[in-house]
């Protein structure tokens, strides 16, 4: 009701206000200085008020401004300096020529909420922004692939190589224990799913049937199904202060995605062709055996079979698939001042380093522009997307039945291959991997459609003021198909009298959300501006997963009617937010920024419903560069502005946490109830994260290099807690808030063009980025998490370590540490690594020489440790590469004792990507095809080409756990990372 | 005409708002679980009877490790040939702590019934408490046997757990709290005001339950030295020395849906089994010993893991459905030789041991001092009772790890769990 009476108020302000006469015609062209073409697209401001336009196709504008006799007029243009004119009445037809700088992005717009965004000059916050070029530098299946190293403070981490993705993204650090750990997603101004769905495979592998009982189905993240090439830009919102309109959802940051549109003018076509090859990135070895050791390890049965003399490199069988990769692209763009449309259609075929696996893609995308009139614009933006993913069976299981695990124990002398159709049994594991892998299927299949509108009407405008309102509504629905089969001869499924397993899981995930947005700005005659936002928003989510297991299957069939036992369950995610915000904006002549802001919550997932959490902000910036005091250091610092914001956001509780519920559990088909294992929290609240940055931006030599440097600190409290209460109570855990965490670090970004000449540019960029975080306050007594136990690797959640600490059995050496902790009560674990990196650098560099343009980003991680219990399993199963050499046989033998062998440096050196281009620009095509082409474009690329690390094990990049926020390093026998490469053709015509 | 559309639009928006504002209930039930108040007594007793199920599986095979009945071998997980057969004990490890925790959930639905029991009129609210109250007493033994001396908590009602408390005052609580129940379920009527599965078939009235429940305080009465005691329970159980010795209260398993399969059962023949004989098990064996030969399956060949070797399927459990003891008559029988054994009486011993064995194939023995007669008894034990959670219980009761093979240079006889480390 309130907002029904907000938005009364003001309509009626709006027309009690006059309109002013005395007319100012002005018209002209704006062109690029270097070679004097005409420059669409430029906008054109008349400062101090609201009237601005856009230039056209030839470079040509016109505006009418009333009630003044002489205005400035600002040109502005991503890629180009910002250049001003004044102009009067006596001003004849204006022509304007704009100069290259290719750092120079100050008049970008940086979005900051729903409805609120920023040019970049007066920005508070470091906001980075990559557009279309970087994301599709090198064809990349998902769109989070695609970001690794592409910004500073942000970790895009691959969970596992499965076809498909399963990518976790970290902003700032970890800001929850128990909590979402995934950023929020809002693409073209709507926020979407990136859930992770598990397969249900942990029928088959029972990975979360002993040491944890965290699901490990390896899954997928749903941020996957967009395609990169769809992409205009990508901005981040990394922290609090920046993110704070965003609310109860943005404590793990803002990931701010839009899709391409529409140009006007002839209708343009792309068309592009990759084709490519996947393989693994690293191979470990196998062990060589003899005689003697093959009947050490595996006894007189062991022997018998080394002696028929039959050897098989089974990580060549199993991971060495060359893997073929076809992407197929097209888009359309075009119309007229009226409508523009953005057309496009992609078609992607990757099979993975494992044979049988694989992904593929079709998307189809829309997006609609229409001005009705100068005052009513509406934009459609539509996606279809359907996505296939056999994802193979890998990762942790307790059954013997993963590739790597069944592996681990057999030896390279056991030869599973199949004799005339008939696969051998497997006598050093439960499964025969080579036979999992030619019968199972493990498939996720994904049809999604996700659309979102955007309505804008000019209620009121005048030179001085404007009122806009926006109303943005969108929906997200998928239905997400989980088909494994697992056939009843396969040698696993032998050991049940049920053999046979169908899985199948049905997800249908539908997320709707409606913003009503209303915009107040009023120049002051004194050059200084105001804007005023207000907003409400409505969110519902409802994610329905039913998940059948059929067991004791018909041979040949997977239908569930065709099993003799069936098993059902369905999990429900019903979440229902609403939202208000406020923001008012004060600009002093572009030389003093301020805002203040305010968005309140509330959600179906917080204890109290009806209470609105509020999460304040507030930011100044100013420019030092345009006061006369700077005039002398202009020449070095060009642009300089110092800025600092601060804010709070949330992380709403798990949908499950406030009840204390009774499970269903049945037995000779009678129902019963059982107490939940975990004690629910009725009063349970959204974690607070609360942030200060400072830093400077700074754009140096005339444009030639930009700095920009950033030092925050993040403090989150009422941290939610899954505390372990006494299991004698009946359960084994309650949630409460209770604890704080602090994270501080810096960012540094240094972008420099040393080289610009007519024929040949570079430009590079270094991101460095470091933070480290502290467990300032824990309501509950220290505790172990994440992994499997102690012994073998765990996290440690103690107050003064860093949450990411990584324990053992190691204890502390005797002395006052030792002995304080121990007074406490506490184990006195010695840290042997953690997670969190020690810092990240990521370099990037395009050179351009004519028609060739080369470009690149090198990713190093310095730092950050892995419990790789791959090793483990292999030493364990006698088949390490390394188990006849000492320091292995060291390693083994003080298995449960001593865990730091086991716990490694995940640091590495990375070629992200790679893309060497030579393009035909439209003037070497005036004889082809009758002159019908635009260009032409030839491209080598690749992906992760080249590594540096220290890890022994496949890939630094690996979670057997997927997106936790706590406990991700940990490998068990994973789907190896790979690395690609493309030969890529594209024709625009 | 402007001003007509511009109120139009803002009665759309108002209205818009109104839909979602309305729609949008935000205070929701837990979609996917029950309420308390939704839980009847006959869900809270059924409830009771699958979770005694729940992870038992990790206990028996954790017992049946420490106790050298079998191996385990698990290529994915270490524990099980290292932990168990030479320690240290992880307090916080996944062997302890699950199936500790299972229990006490099944405590607190027992609980619940209690103060469910309470609300019902005089006949059916005994019934239903006394059945609450011996299924609370099972599932405190069972956490009992894996701790031992180390203790349980017994008194677990409220938010706040009760102290510790150790062996002998855990088991002289079970043993009255288990005599509570059997009064309770003498004043029951006819029939229990809900259904018990075909694992309680001829133990599902009131009346018949109380043998069982006798039954089983027998055997806490036997593990607390108490012969007279356990001699007198025995009277009012379903022991018959010439009776089935299958006869007994047993878990029971089904494919439907939400149910759990016999996790003990794996395919004998398969290629790879996890669960394999302890070597000592055949080298002990009497000839012609059936419980031998139908608990074990000699594989064609043997499988060696970490260091272990072992051809000896087990076919205890003969189907993934098959129902799999709580307690039976052979223990019984058994339970009342070791208490005659414990008074002196060898001969009252001697009939009911050769019973056993006669069912078994076996000649008769002579019991002929009370050290030999215990011996006697332990191999017997060991022998009826395989994998049925007994053996590391009764060495350690009667001071007789010693007996048990060391496999490896290193390995140890675990004495007890250790408490969890959650629970302090």
Excluded at chain 1, 10 to 37: C, K
Excluded at chain 1, 617 to 646: H, N, Q
Aim: net charge negative; glycine share 10%.
């Amino acid at each position: 009701m309130r907002v029904q009476r907000f938005l009364m108020l003001a309509a009626l302000v709006m027309f009690s206000m006059g309109l002013l006469a005395q007319e100012l015609a002005i018209s002209g062209t704006v062109t690029n200085e270097t070679d004097g073409n005409p420059l669409p697209g430029v906008t054109i401001v008349v400062k101090n008020t609201t009237i601005s336009t856009v230039s056209g196709e030839s470079g040509a504008f016109d505006l009418k401004v009333t009630g003044f006799e002489s205005v400035t007029l600002q040109f502005s243009f991503i890629g180009f300096a910002a250049k001003t004119e004044t102009v009067s009445a006596s001003t004849d037809s204006l022509n304007v020529a704009l100069k290259e700088a290719p750092l120079a992005l100050s008049e970008e717009i940086v979005v900051t909420g729903f409805a609120t965004s920023v040019k970049r000059q007066n920005l508070a916050n470091s906001v980075a922004t990559i557009t279309a070029e970087k994301i599709a530098r090198a064809p990349s299946q998902t769109l989070d692939g695609a970001l690794s190293g592409k910004f500073a403070g942000v970790l895009v981490s691959q969970n596992t190589g499965a076809p498909g993705g399963g990518i976790s993204m970290t902003l700032r650090g970890v800001s929850t224990i128990n909590g979402s750990s995934q950023p929020l997603y809002v693409v073209d101004g709507v926020i979407v799913s990136n859930t992770e769905v598990q397969s249900g495979v942990n029928e088959v592998t029972a990975a979360a049937a002993a040491g944890s009982r965290s699901p490990q189905d390896q899954p997928s993240n749903r941020i996957a199904d967009l395609a990169p090439s769809d992409i205009e830009s990508i901005e981040i919102l990394k922290g609090p202060s920046a993110a704070a309109l965003y609310g109860a959802k943005a404590s793990n940051g803002v990931v701010i995605i839009s899709t391409k549109k529409g140009r006007a003018g002839e209708t343009v076509y792309n068309i592009s062709q990759s084709y490519g090859q996947r393989s693994i990135i690293k191979k470990l070895g196998v062990r060589t055996f003899t005689a003697e050791t093959a009947f050490a390890t595996f006894g007189q049965a062991g022997l018998d079979v080394f002696n028929q003399g039959n050897f098989v490199n089974y990580e060549d069988e199993i991971y060495g698939n060359k893997g073929d990769i076809f992407e197929t692209r097209f888009n359309a763009s075009g119309g007229n001042e009226k409508t523009r449309f953005y057309f496009s259609g992609l078609a992607l075929s990757d099979e993975g380093i494992i044979e049988r696996t694989g992904y593929e893609k079709y998307g189809l995308r829309i997006n609609l522009d229409h001005h009705f009139n100068d005052r009513f614009t509406v934009s459609l933006a539509t996606n279809f997307v359907k996505s296939s993913a056999d994802r193979g069976l890998t990762g942790n299981d307790n059954t013997g039945t993963t590739f790597g695990v069944s592996l681990s124990s057999t030896p390279s002398f056991m030869d599973l291959r199949p004799v005339d159709g008939v696969y051998p049994i497997n006598p050093f594991a439960q499964s025969n991997a080579v036979q999992t892998r030619d019968l199972i299927r493990n498939r996720e299949t994904v049809n999604r459609s996700m659309v979102s509108a955007k309505f804008d009407w000019s209620v009121f405008e005048s030179a001085r003021q404007s009122l806009d309102f926006n109303l943005t509504a969108g929906t997200d629905f998928f239905t997400l198909q989980n088909d494994a089969r697992f056939p009843r001869d396969l040698q696993f499924e032998q050991v049940s009298d049920q053999p046979g397993t169908a899985i199948l899981g049905e997800t249908e995930s539908e997320l709707t959300n409606l913003y009503l947005n209303l915009t107040h700005t009023l120049y002051s005659t004194g050059g200084i501006s105001f804007r005023t936002t207000g907003g409400v928003q409505f969110e519902e989510g409802d994610l329905n997963n039913i998940n059948v297991v059929g067991s004791n299957l018909i041979e040949g069939q997977f239908n569930l009617d065709n099993a003799a036992g069936v098993t059902v369950t369905q999990n429900r995610i019903i979440q229902v937010d609403q939202g208000y915000f406020f923001q008012e904006e004060i600009n002093f002549n572009d030389k003093i920024y301020f805002t203040a802001g305010v968005r309140g919550d509330s959600s179906s997932a917080n204890g109290d419903t009806d209470k609105y959490y509020t999460f304040p902000k507030s930011s100044l910036s100013v420019r030092l560069s345009e006061y006369e005091f700077w005039s002398g250091l202009k020449d070095i610092f060009t642009e300089f502005k110092l800025r600092a914001a601060w804010g709070q956001t949330g992380n709403l509780p798990p949908p499950f946490a406030k009840y204390t519920s009774f499970n269903s559990v049945n037995i000779a088909g009678m129902g019963g109830l059982l107490p939940s294992t975990l004690a629910g929290n009725p009063d349970i609240e959204p974690e607070t994260s609360e942030e200060l940055e400072i830093g400077f931006d700074a754009t140096i030599l005339n444009g030639k290099g930009t700095i920009e440097f950033s030092y925050f600190q993040q403090d989150i409290s009422d941290l939610i807690l899954f505390r372990q209460v006494p299991p004698s109570t009946g359960f084994t855990q309650e949630v409460i808030n209770g604890g704080e965490m602090t994270t501080d670090g810096m960012e540094l970004a240094l972008n420099f063009n040393p080289v610009r000449t007519s024929n040949f540019n570079w430009t590079t960029g270094i991101n460095y980025y470091t933070y480290d975080s502290e467990i300032t306050r824990l309501d509950v007594t220290s505790f172990t998490t994440g992994g499997f136990a102690a012994f073998l690797g765990q996290y440690l959640l103690r107050e003064g370590y860093s949450p990411t600490t990584i324990i053992g059995s190691e204890l502390l050496p005797e002395g006052p540490e030792r002995t304080a902790l121990e007074a406490q009560g506490l184990v006195p674990y010695q840290p042997l690594g953690n997670e969190t990196p020690d810092f990240q650098v990521a370099w990037d560099n395009v050179f351009t020489y004519k028609n060739f343009s080369l470009s690149g980003l090198i990713d190093w991680k310095e730092g950050g440790d892995i419990i790789n219990l791959t090793v483990l399993l292999t030493d364990l199963g006698g088949t390490t590469y390394d188990l006849d050499d000492p320091v292995a046989q060291q390693r083994l033998a003080g298995l449960g004792t001593s865990t730091a062998p086991f716990i490694e440096d995940g640091g590495y050196i990375r070629l992200r990507d790679l893309r060497l281009q030579y393009e035909i620009g439209r003037s070497g095509l005036d004889n082809i095809v009758y002159g019908k082409l635009h260009h032409l474009r030839f491209a080598l690329t690749g992906r992760n080409l080249w590594t540096d690390t220290d890890y022994s094990s496949y890939d630094p990049e690996v979670s057997n756990f997927g997106s936790v926020a706590i406990g991700r390093s940990v490998e068990v026998t994973p789907f190896p990372s790979s690395k690609s490469y493309y030969f890529e053709v594209s024709v625009g015509m | 005409m402007k001003n007509l559309k511009t109120v139009s639009l803002l009665c759309g928006i108002s209205a818009s708002l109104f839909f979602f504002g309305c729609s949008s209930e935000q205070d929701i039930d837990d979609p996917n679980a029950a309420s308390e108040t939704s839980a009847s007594i006959a869900f809270l007793a059924t409830g009771i009877e699958a979770g005694i199920r729940l992870d038992h599986q990790i206990y028996l095979r954790s017992v049946a490790v420490m106790g050298r009945d079998i191996y385990y071998f698990e290529p994915s997980d270490p524990r099980y040939t290292q932990e168990l057969m030479r320690g240290p004990i992880d307090a916080n490890g996944f062997l302890l702590t699950r199936p500790w925790a299972s229990r006490y959930r099944v405590i607190r639905d027992c609980n619940t019934l209690i103060d469910r029991a309470a609300e019902l009129s005089g006949g059916d609210g005994n019934s239903t408490a006394g059945f609450a109250r011996t299924m609370m007493a099972y599932q405190l033994l069972i956490n009992l046997n894996y701790t031992d001396e180390n203790g349980i908590r017994v008194d677990v009602k409220g938010t706040v757990p009760g102290p510790f408390v150790g062996r002998t005052e855990a088991l002289a609580a079970i043993g009255g709290m288990l005599d509570t129940a059997n009064g309770e379920l003498q004043g029951g009527n006819a029939t229990f005001p809900f259904r018990l599965t075909s694992g309680f078939a001829g133990f599902s009235t009131p009346a018949s339950f109380a043998q069982f429940n006798r039954g089983l305080r027998a055997r806490v009465a036997a593990y607390q030295g108490d012969f007279q005691t356990a001699l007198n329970a025995l009277q009012g159980s379903f022991i018959d020395a010439s009776g089935d010795m299958k006869n007994g209260v047993y878990h029971v398993y089904s494919t439907g849906s939400g149910d759990q399969l016999n996790p003990i059962f794996e395919n004998p023949s398969a290629d790879f089994v996890k669960a394999l004989g302890h070597p000592s098990f055949e080298a002990d064996a009497e000839a012609g010993d059936t419980r031998f030969s139908s608990k074990v399956l000699k594989r064609p060949a043997a499988t060696t893991f970490d260091d272990l070797t072992s051809d000896l399927g087990v076919v205890v459990a003969t189907s993934s459905v098959s129902p799999f003891p709580i307690i039976r008559n052979e223990e019984l029988v058994l339970l009342r030789a070791e208490a005659n054994i414990g008074l002196g009486e060898l001969g009252a011993a001697e009939s009911d041991i050769n019973a056993v064995r006669a069912n078994a194939g076996l000649g008769a023995v002579s019991l002929t001092s009370a050290d030999q007669a215990l011996t006697q008894l332990l191999h017997e034990r060991r022998y009826s009772l395989w994998l049925e959670g007994h053996r590391w219980v009764d060495m350690r009761r009667y001071g007789r790890f010693s007996e048990l093979t060391i496999d490896r240079a290193g390995d140890v006889i675990i004495p007890m769990m250790p408490i969890p480390t959650n629970e302090n």
